[in-house]
């Protein structure tokens, strides 16, 4: 089924779906485990019903769905946090520091999945933290279950503080570029299908950044402006409107890789005649301020493991 013809959940699995199917993502995901010793995961934005089940809702020294008692609350919550300003989560484990940074990948507003990597510690354990697993596996666990999860403790790999720095970074740097990719599959998908949608793209590619008035543009691809909204809607579940903003916004993110350039002027040569405008369908669409982007893709990624 075309993208645009499923409702939204629908529409953002199936994003998903092409985007970790990608040749490249099993790439990055090889190099990342080799460069760094941890494993990077892949989970789909899913229900409070949907993450129960999944063994990401449950604590990380658990590993497997059901061999915890309970999903970890912590971890649940920040699976469904809103990722804010620098688009990372870190969910720090109750013991030993054990941590997995969670990295939410947005189509325009939507969260359509997470890049996930760990769980890994951030220092040695250490014997209070064999009582603390004792006490939240409960006096009713045999001593062969408290074994066997202070011997996973240990086996973890253990990560300074530059390196947690060094691989949150390059996660939120791919969880950038899913983002990108995920952009361009839903501005392709809205001209792959209708020759009237092509002549719509292709004159919008001829005019560049110039405003394109509606009339105009209907007379090019041969029909009425009530008809052509009507047609690109039902096509691609986007207005006109909407398209032209995602384009413009796609333009800008390329510009604002250039650190010589303010935003401004990104803004300006991307078609908009408002900075407040600018920023505020950029910030809707790609889930941060232009300057903030410009530091994710442009430097390392800071951020300072938390509780």
Known sequence: ??????????RNAAIWGRLIALPKVADYQRAFALATGLSMRFAPTAGVAELERLSGSHCALAGLPG?????CPRKLRAMRLDPGVNGVVACICCVGSV??????VLIGPAHVGSLVVGPFALRAPEVRDRKTLGKLLGRRAPDATLG????RLERLPVVTVAQYRAVTA???MFGQYLSECGNRLVLESATERSPILRKITRYYAARGTDAVPLAEL????GASPTYLCKRFKQETGLTLGEYRLRERIEKAKALLLDRHRRVCEAAFAAGFG????????????VGCAPSEYRLSVGSPHRVSPTR
Request: charged fraction near 20%; glycine fraction near 0%.
């Open 1 to 10: 089924m075309p993208l645009a013809a499923q409702q939204p959940e629908q």
């Open 67 to 71: 061999s915890w008692p309970h999903t």
């Open 99 to 104: 941590t997995e940074v969670l990295v939410p």
């Open 148 to 151: 066997r999860f202070w011997d």
């Open 170 to 172: 390059l996660a939120h």
């Open 218 to 221: 209907a007379r090019h691809a």
């Open 274 to 285: 408002s900075i407040t405008h600018f920023n505020r369908v950029f910030r809707r669409l």
